[in-house]
């Protein structure tokens, strides 16, 4: 015989003792929680009419009754919307999930208020959000003697969950008295009488939220806030909450220091509430440290300044690029009307600095090396066709260092793509270091000699082609 221990699992939960603790929950989304609640240490009472179920979020129609001598008056349609208006909209609730403990069951905490699947689904942000744990008491008590300008009425307990419903309750709204103490004063009345009915009976569809609620009443049409920082007890993380935001929780729950956190882990179809120890949401530690000691505000000043530094160096290092650079725009110019004669090729310039040894080239201020301030060239690139089989890099590069020198760089590359392998063939190089004042005569010099070099290069070229 083949025993389904689900079913008995689930036949012995619903048989176990269930017994109401003295906590409520409240499921929210991080951003909200940690931006919001935890850092103002005050709960929204947001619009009774935004809540989710049709028996709330629809139009209230109640029924209106008119005085014997005058039986034949009835209700205009806008007594129900004013009606309507004065309860719906001034009416504020603070929607929290009730806890039960279950004793000597598989599965004890199924029905703790922080383990209520679908809930976090809806209100948790898709489990990545937050679910406060509030001291239900103590919560009850600030709601109770929060000030809020305009209040006038204030409610607080669980919600009862029905299949059928014939309506808001047996009282009528009377026409005689909304003309004799206005229509606010009684819609009030109506709303204090039959708040059970209003605000504390949801369709059954709604029944898995076990809900419990704080419902005020005023004068305003903005949401109220009551303060939690004496009944926050617990914060519980979902299973999907952003590590990135973990941090920002540690620095939310400064103030709190007796709140303990849990982190929520789903594993095989049961949820667990595992302690979090602060520390461990402390940020990361850097990956790299830096060389320069002293505090961020320091440190940052430090990299500014230098910033400013190489600013300044860099506008000094363009104006003595601007000769030199313009006579390796016409050298390499040339070179690339010599090489496009050259049979079964395609010929480009780019302004790259190949001519450049990578070990030579820009560093950041204060790195250690010898500085270079500016550093600028041209390429030509001869594409043997069909292309991606054998190329030829010729270039001319210019570099401004940090003491004023000029470095001047030519190169001569070839490229040869073999079907496994890319092979790169440096055939000639030079470079030069001089002062200013002859960065030009210095670019004129190297580009005879890479003339010179490429023309010798080229026999090699045609032949690694098939030339």
């Known amino acids: 015989m083949v025993i389904d221990l689900e079913a008995a699992f689930e036949a012995a939960l619903n048989r176990a003792e269930r017994t109401l603790t003295?906590?409520?929950?409240?499921?929210?989304?991080?951003?909200?929680?940690?931006?919001?609640?935890?850092?103002?240490?005050?709960?929204?009472?947001?619009?009774?009419?935004?809540?989710?179920?049709?028996?709330?979020?629809?139009?209230?129609?109640?029924?209106?009754?008119?005085?014997?001598?005058?039986?034949?008056?009835?209700?205009?349609?806008?007594?129900?919307?004013d009606i309507d208006r004065i309860i719906r909209l001034h009416a504020k609730v603070a929607c929290l999930t009730q806890d039960y403990e279950i004793a000597d069951a598989f599965g004890r905490d199924a029905l703790r208020g922080w383990n209520r699947l679908a809930t976090w689904n809806h209100y948790g942000a898709g489990h990545s959000g937050i679910?406060?744990?509030?001291?239900?008491?103590?919560?009850?008590?600030?709601?109770?003697?929060a000030p809020v300008p305009g209040a006038l009425l204030?409610?607080?307990?669980?919600?009862?969950?029905?299949?059928?419903?014939?309506?808001?309750?047996?009282?009528?709204?009377?026409?005689?008295?909304i003309e004799e103490f206005g229509l606010d004063?009684?819609?009030?009345?109506?709303?204090?009488?039959?708040?059970?009915?209003?605000?504390?009976?949801?369709?059954?569809?709604?029944?898995?939220?076990?809900?419990?609620?704080?419902?005020?009443?005023?004068?305003?049409?903005?949401?109220?806030?009551?303060?939690?920082?004496?009944?926050?007890?617990?914060?519980?993380?979902?299973?999907?909450?952003?590590?990135?935001?973990?941090?920002?929780?540690?620095?939310?729950?400064?103030?709190?220091?007796?709140?303990?956190?849990?982190?929520?882990?789903?594993?095989?179809?049961?949820t667990f509430a595992h302690p979090v120890d602060r520390s461990s949401l402390a940020e990361k530690t850097l990956?790299?440290?830096?060389?320069?000691?002293?505090?961020?505000?320091?440190?940052?000043?430090?990299?500014?300044?230098e910033n400013q530094r190489e600013k300044h160096r860099h506008d000094r290092a363009a104006e003595i690029h601007d000769k030199p650079n313009k006579a390796i725009t016409v050298a390499l110019k040339e070179i690339a009307t010599t090489t496009r004669a050259?049979?079964?090729?395609?010929?480009?310039?780019?302004?790259?600095?190949?001519?450049?040894?990578?070990?030579?080239?820009?560093?950041?201020?204060?790195?250690?090396?010898?500085?270079v301030l500016l550093q600028t060239g041209v390429t030509c690139v001869v594409e043997n066709?069909?292309?991606?089989?054998?190329?030829?890099?010729a270039g001319l590069a210019l570099q401004t260092l940090e003491d004023d020198r000029v470095r001047v760089h030519?190169?001569?590359?070839?490229?040869?793509?073999?079907?496994?392998?890319?092979?790169?063939?440096?055939?000639?190089?030079?470079?030069?270091?001089?002062?200013?004042?002859?960065a030009s005569a210095t670019v004129e010099h190297l580009a005879e000699r890479l003339m010179t070099a490429l023309a010798d290069t080229r026999a090699d070229f045609d032949r690694a082609r098939g030339g």
């Not at 679910?131 to 003697?145: M, Y």
């Not at 409610?155 to 026409?175: C, K, M, N, Q, T």
């Not at 620095?251 to 007796?258: F, I, V």
């Not at 030079?430 to 200013?436: D, Y």
């Open 22 to 81: 003295g906590d409520v929950f409240h499921y929210t989304g991080a951003e909200p929680a940690i931006s919001g609640i935890l850092r103002s240490g005050t709960l929204r009472l947001s619009p009774f009419e935004s809540t989710n179920d049709l028996w709330e979020s629809w139009p209230l129609r109640p029924g209106i009754s008119s005085s014997a001598d005058a039986p034949d008056r009835g209700p205009e349609r806008g007594h129900w919307d």
């Open 131 to 145: 679910c406060l744990r509030f001291d239900r008491q103590a919560l009850i008590s600030s709601f109770t003697v």
């Open 154 to 177: 204030r409610f607080h307990g669980p919600v009862e969950y029905r299949g059928i419903s014939p309506g808001v309750g047996p009282s009528l709204v009377d026409l005689d008295q």
């Open 185 to 270: 004063a009684v819609a009030t009345a109506y709303a204090r009488d039959n708040h059970q009915q209003l605000f504390f009976r949801k369709h059954r569809d709604w029944g898995n939220e076990l809900e419990y609620r704080l419902v005020l009443i005023d004068r305003s049409t903005l949401p109220a806030e009551i303060p939690i920082r004496d009944a926050l007890t617990g914060v519980y993380l979902g299973v999907n909450f952003p590590e990135r935001r973990r941090p920002a929780v540690l620095a939310a729950l400064e103030s709190y220091p007796d709140v303990e956190i849990f982190d929520v882990v789903h594993h095989g179809r049961n």
């Open 287 to 305: 990956v790299v440290t830096s060389r320069r000691s002293g505090s961020l505000e320091e440190r940052l000043a430090q990299l500014d300044a």
């Open 342 to 371: 050259w049979p079964r090729t395609e010929v480009g310039l780019t302004g790259r600095v190949d001519a450049i040894p990578p070990s030579q080239r820009v560093r950041r201020p204060n790195v250690p090396g010898k500085q």
């Open 385 to 393: 066709l069909p292309r991606q089989s054998h190329t030829l890099v």
């Open 410 to 438: 030519a190169v001569i590359t070839m490229e040869h793509w073999r079907p496994d392998t890319h092979e790169r063939v440096e055939c000639w190089q030079a470079s030069e270091e001089v002062p200013p004042d002859d």
